[in-house]
């Protein structure tokens, strides 16, 4: 059974960074989409970034200019480096991987933005 792992969360500083590693521990048929989703306590979950497999991606508004989402290919992995961070980043970040024969999601991992 494939599984998404999520690394790199933690505690920061505000105006400080982390970068979020998601590797596929299995093979994975055909992944197109790849993405980041973020879920503060109270609210729903969100999109951060997406990255197509030919690289075009897509930002939230508020990530805009802070957050650049990234992929290897060939190690079936997509990372978020997240710059300046804000205490309203805080918040649970999942990846996403769309492919052919479905959806896969991470089980998330913790940011948390200390002010």
């Known amino acids: 059974q494939v599984q998404l792992v999520e690394s790199g969360g933690g505690l920061v500083q505000a105006g400080g960074s982390l970068r979020l590693s998601c590797a596929a521990s299995?093979?994975?048929?055909?992944?197109?989409?790849m993405g980041w989703y973020r879920q503060a306590p109270g609210k729903q979950r969100a999109l951060v970034a997406t990255i197509t497999s030919g690289g075009s991606t897509n930002y939230a508004d508020s990530v805009k200019g802070r957050f650049t989402i990234s992929r290897d290919n060939a190690k079936n992995t997509v990372y978020l480096q997240m710059n300046s961070l804000k205490p309203e980043d805080t918040a649970v970040y999942h990846c996403?991987?769309?492919?052919?024969?479905?959806?896969?999601w991470g089980q998330g991992t913790q940011v948390t933005v200390s002010s």
């Open positions: 996403k991987f769309g492919a052919y024969f479905g959806e896969y």
């Open positions: 299995g093979s994975i048929f055909s992944i197109n989409a």
